[in-house]
């Protein structure tokens, strides 16, 4: 089993940016496709980011596609999702996902975190 739990959610400014944190315990992550989802007030939870096991393949939602950034450390047995020009419509809460296979859009994730808050106000 894999455990994740997110950190570094809060309240930005349009325009600022935040630095979100997945620490895994449990397992080694280097063994795992790591990413980010995020579910929005009203509306499904959608796929945000994810990077395959050795860091070189790597996938954005259009949406933040040039704003975010996905990144992975191993020897911390962490994953982090770096957000800059944040815009209101990316208020939602971000979940920290792990999965033996490539992470997808559509795929269906083996681990959840609990969830980070986000709020961008305008």
């Known amino acids: 089993q894999v455990q994740l739990v997110e950190s570094g959610g809060g309240l930005v400014q349009a325009g600022g940016s935040l630095r979100l944190s997945c620490a895994a315990s449990g397992r080694t992550i280097s063994n795992y496709a790591m990413g980010w989802f995020r579910q929005a007030p009203g509306k499904e939870r959608e796929f945000v980011a994810s990077?395959?096991?050795?860091?070189?393949?790597?996938y954005y939602a259009g949406s933040v596609k040039g704003r975010f950034t996905i990144s992975r450390d191993n020897a911390k047995n962490a994953v982090y999702l770096q957000m800059n020009s944040l815009k209101p419509e990316d208020t939602a809460v971000y979940y920290c996902a792990a999965d033996a296979t490539l992470i997808t859009p559509r795929a269906v994730v083996d681990y959840w975190g609990q969830g980070t808050q986000v709020t961008v106000s305008s």
């Open positions: 990077i395959n096991r050795n860091g070189d393949v790597i």
